[in-house]
Every structure is written in C-alpha cells, then in structure tokens.
C-alpha cells in the first residue's frame, strides 16, 4: 500500500513550502519528495474532512493562517501584525480552525467559509503570571484542540497553564478551567486516550516528562495521577520536549525529544491508563520536531528538522517496540509529519 505524507517545514534554508512524500508499506521505504506549494515557513497543518489544508504561514512580515484546496491551489490567507502561529486544528462540527500563537500568546480562531477559505472569528490572550524557566518570559500558546466532549484544550508553555474553553456556534471563546502544573513543566502538546477519552496525556516540553491527567466532561477540569520522564536517568545535556501520539488502540504512547534526539514509547496500562516507558530509540537526525503514525499504525515516520531528514520505523503492534528500517531519507527543514 502506497501513503502519502505531507511535510510542513521552515524556509529558513534550503526549503521553499509544503511537500509531499510517499510512504510505500510493502516495500517498507519512502520516497518522492515533491514541492507542492511555495510558502514561508509552514511549520505546521492541518486537514479538513473536505480534504481543504490549513498551514501555518507568514506573508509580508504579517504572520497568520493560509488554506488550500484538496489540490494544493491557494485559496487565502488571513494575517495580521506579529507572528505566525504554531500549532492548527480544524474543528469539523462547528466548521471552524483554531491557531496558537506562540510569540503573542494567543489563541485564533477562524471561521471556515463556503470554499474552504478562512475568516478570523475570535483572539484570546493570555496574561497569568509565567514560570521560572528561561523560556518563560510571557505567554506562549502553544497548543489549540479539543476535547472528546467539543471543549477546546490549551496548552500555555509560559504560564505553566492547561486551559480549557466552551465554544460558540460562532466561534467564541468562553473560560471555563485552568489547570496548573508544576512551574517550569512547560506545557507543549497532549493527546486524549482514544478509547477512555477521559484520561490525556500531557507532554512538558521544558522538563521532558509526560503527565497523565484525568479529564472530568462535567466540570472540564484535569487531575494529574502521574508524572514519568521521557529521558533515561543518566543523560545529562539540553532537551526539550517536542510531539506526543498515541496508537489507536490506546495501548502505547509515543513522545519525541529533542536532544537526545530519541523517541520515547510508553505502555499504557489499561486499568489505571498510567505509563511505563519501554523503549528509547534513536531518531538518527537531529532535533526530531514531529512524527506521526500511518493509517494502520504499523508505521512511524519521524522529522528530523536539523539535519533535513526523515527516518521510518516499523511498529511491532503487539509490543509497541519500534524498529529502524530507513533513514537519510531528504526531508528539507521538516517539522511537521501527516498523513494525508
């Protein structure tokens, strides 16, 4: 079976936009970087079930969100002053797109119109008080999705805040909880359980440790039950947090690091939903920004965005354990892996 992946990525060097690869499962390789649309730096997507993409991306300094059609031809941008986002999620039954703003500490939400394109519907920012860490010098948005129950979750690295929102018909925010971690955990990415749908997991991006949180549908608040590093007990050098994924069945999760430059895969144990770390893999790159599982969930393919490459992995379902099967492969300024 032949996949293709689309890669987002900086254009800080070498690279020129948004490209697609071929992952082919029988003979277990990827293959046929293509340039598909020119952009600046988009460093992240995210599809519609319409098959419309919706990237990170910066035009005339002015930072913001662009959208394309299921072909890759441009449909709009919408930008404004500052910074471009990090992080877009699409929100199917309100037909809207949601934003993190990492450098303004906002969270965007847009509104998806009748071709596809995108018109700005609400900004929040963030002003709480942030952490002791040196990355913590104001708010930092850096995650914007939702919740089993149609909530938007909020992942703040500056404010040490998980935040949790209603949503309108239209688009508005309205608070509803926080959630505070330990000071200095900044908080970067989380995955639901997709089974339990009430058990997340939270992965620090400052201290390199995965949370487990309870996550009550009445209240939309969190709990935390435990906390486990990503890192093994002897490494000693900088490391930041960076992509978290779970396996469809629930069973395993997966979290990335960069400077170690590993991938860190946890067992899931199904009666508490607490983890256990089994394995830690070399990404054989630098600073491995994404990953993402295949549509079967047989395999992994990781971003590394230092040293312009790809690495694929088969993934033992049984087990969770994964298993190099190529490297080197071109992937210019990678940081973002998916499926389409």
């Given at each position: 079976?032949?996949?293709?992946?689309?890669?987002?990525?900086?254009?800080?060097?070498?690279?020129?936009?948004i490209?697609?690869?071929?992952?082919?499962?029988?003979?277990?390789?990827?293959?046929?970087?293509?340039?598909?649309?020119?952009?600046?730096?988009?460093?992240?997507?995210?599809?519609?079930?319409?098959?419309?993409?919706?990237?990170?991306?910066?035009?005339?300094?002015?930072?913001?969100?662009?959208?394309?059609?299921?072909n890759?031809?441009?449909?709009?941008?919408?930008?404004?002053?500052g910074?471009?986002?990090?992080?877009?999620?699409?929100?199917?039954?309100?037909?809207?797109?949601?934003?993190?703003?990492?450098?303004?500490?906002?969270?965007?939400?847009?509104?998806?119109?009748?071709?596809?394109?995108?018109?700005?519907?609400?900004?929040?920012?963030?002003?709480?008080?942030?952490?002791?860490?040196?990355n913590?010098?104001?708010?930092?948005?850096?995650?914007?999705?939702?919740?089993p129950?149609?909530?938007?979750?909020?992942?703040?690295?500056?404010?040490?805040?998980?935040?949790?929102?209603?949503?309108?018909?239209?688009?508005?925010l309205?608070?509803?909880?926080?959630?505070?971690?330990?000071?200095?955990?900044?908080?970067?990415?989380?995955?639901?359980?997709?089974?339990?749908?009430?058990?997340?997991?939270?992965?620090?991006?400052?201290?390199?440790?995965?949370?487990?949180?309870?996550?009550?549908?009445?209240?939309?608040?969190?709990?935390?039950?435990?906390?486990?590093?990503?890192?093994?007990?002897?490494?000693?050098?900088?490391?930041?947090?960076?992509?978290?994924r779970?396996?469809?069945?629930?069973?395993?999760?997966?979290?990335?690091?960069?400077?170690?430059?590993?991938?860190?895969?946890?067992?899931?144990?199904?009666?508490?939903?607490?983890?256990?770390?089994?394995?830690?893999?070399?990404?054989?790159?630098?600073?491995?920004?994404?990953?993402?599982?295949?549509?079967?969930?047989?395999?992994v393919?990781?971003?590394?965005?230092?040293?312009?490459?790809?690495?694929?992995?088969?993934?033992?379902?049984?087990?969770?354990?994964?298993?190099?099967?190529?490297?080197?492969?071109?992937?210019?300024?990678?940081?973002?892996?998916?499926?389409?």
């Amino acid at each position: 079976m032949k996949e293709q992946l689309i890669l987002g990525t900086y254009t800080r060097r070498v690279s020129e936009g948004i490209y697609t690869i071929e992952l082919d499962t029988e003979k277990e390789e990827i293959s046929g970087l293509k340039l598909v649309a020119k952009e600046n730096s988009p460093t992240y997507l995210a599809k519609s079930k319409a098959k419309n993409l919706y990237n990170v991306t910066s035009i005339d300094g002015l930072g913001g969100i662009g959208a394309y059609d299921k072909n890759f031809h441009f449909l709009n941008a919408v930008t404004e002053a500052g910074a471009p986002l990090c992080y877009v999620a699409v929100d199917e039954a309100r037909q809207l797109v949601y934003g993190a703003n990492y450098h303004k500490g906002e969270i965007n939400v847009y509104r998806i119109l009748e071709d596809g394109g995108l018109e700005a519907a609400d900004a929040v920012f963030h002003q709480e008080r942030t952490g002791p860490h040196k990355n913590q010098d104001h708010s930092h948005v850096h995650y914007t999705d939702l919740t089993p129950d149609n909530r938007l979750v909020v992942c703040d690295l500056g404010t040490d805040l998980v935040y949790t929102y209603d949503v309108s018909d239209e688009g508005k925010l309205s608070l509803v909880s926080k959630f505070a971690v330990e000071p200095g955990a900044g908080p970067r990415h989380l995955v639901f359980h997709p089974i339990n749908k009430t058990v997340a997991y939270l992965f620090g991006e400052l201290d390199s440790t995965l949370r487990v949180l309870l996550y009550n549908k009445e209240t939309g608040t969190f709990k935390e039950c435990q906390k486990i590093s990503t890192l093994p007990d002897t490494f000693q050098g900088e490391n930041g947090g960076a992509a978290i994924r779970i396996s469809k069945d629930g069973r395993f999760v997966y979290a990335s690091n960069r400077g170690h430059n590993s991938i860190a895969a946890f067992a899931v144990c199904q009666k508490e939903y607490t983890l256990n770390r089994i394995q830690l893999i070399a990404t054989q790159g630098d600073f491995p920004r994404d990953f993402a599982l295949n549509s079967d969930n047989h395999y992994v393919v990781c971003a590394n965005q230092n040293t312009d490459n790809l690495s694929l992995y088969y993934r033992h379902e049984d087990t969770g354990l994964l298993e190099l099967r190529q490297k080197d492969i071109y992937a210019p300024e990678c940081v973002c892996v998916y499926f389409n």
